[in-house]
């Protein structure tokens, strides 16, 4: 069973940084595509960066510049880098892995930026 846990979010002023990091079980984690998802309240969830097992990374409009997706296979880890935060940025972010018909998601971390 794959399992992904996320962390590093928390509460940051406007312009700062924070480094979100997902964890994840199960095997044929360097073959998968990891993406980061977040979700405001009362909004729908939305792709923000994802990465595929070759590397190729994809960004929503609106974090592209600022947001950074990585991944360590020797790790089973995919990271998020997110600089320069905008108070727009506060929501629930959740890591997902996708392959072979299959999603799998993560309970999510708290992201809250401050104006």
């Known amino acids: 069973q794959v399992q992904l846990v996320e962390s590093g979010g928390g509460l940051v002023q406007a312009g700062g940084s924070l480094r979100l990091s997902c964890a994840a079980s199960g095997s044929l984690f360097s073959i998968m595509t990891m993406g980061w998802y977040r979700q405001a309240p009362g909004a729908q969830r939305e792709m923000v960066a994802r990465?595929?097992?070759?590397?190729?990374?994809f960004y929503a409009d609106s974090v592209k510049g600022r947001f950074t997706i990585s991944r360590d296979n020797a790790k089973n880890t995919v990271y998020l880098q997110m600089n320069n935060l905008k108070p727009e940025d506060t929501a629930v972010y959740f890591c997902?892995?996708?392959?072979?018909?299959?999603?799998?998601w993560g309970q999510g971390t708290q992201v809250t930026v401050s104006s």
């Open positions: 997902k892995r996708s392959g072979f018909g299959n999603e799998f």
């Open positions: 990465i595929t097992g070759g590397g190729s990374t």
